[in-house]
Nanobody
Framework: QVQLVESGGGLVQAGGSLRLSCVAS????????IGWYRQVPGKEREFVAG???????DYGGSVKGRFTISRDNAKNTVYLQMNNLKPEDTATYYC???????WGQGTLVTVSS
């Protein structure tokens, strides 16, 4: 059984940074199948960052140049480094294992202006 646990959310001022972590356990085929999404109440879940089938990084348009996804295979962890945060980045952030469409519980990021 695959499980994902996010951490690292919190309250930060605009222009600040946070690093989110997604620790995967269970039968993970590849960390390339883990990506980050976010959701604001009343809106659809939005793709933030992930890896392509050949391991290249891919980003949603609104975070390009500010967010960086990375992975540590030894720790079974995928990170999301978020820099120059804006109030519109406020959301609950989820990681997702796309191979079986499994989601973590989410971590809340709040950016104050």
């Amino acid at each position: 059984q695959v499980q994902l646990v996010e951490s690292g959310g919190g309250l930060v001022q605009a222009g600040g940074s946070l690093r989110l972590s997604c620790v995967a356990s269970g039968n993970i085929l590849s960390l390339n199948h883990i990506g980050w999404y976010r959701q604001v109440p009343g809106k659809e879940r939005e793709f933030v960052a992930g890896f392509t089938s050949v391991g290249l990084r891919d980003y949603g348009g609104s975070v390009k140049g500010r967010f960086t996804i990375s992975r540590d295979n030894a720790k079974n962890t995928v990170y999301l480094q978020m820099n120059n945060l804006k109030p519109e980045d406020t959301a609950t952030y989820y990681c997702r294992y796309s191979y079986f469409d499994i989601w973590g519980q989410g971590t809340l990021v709040t950016v104050s202006s």
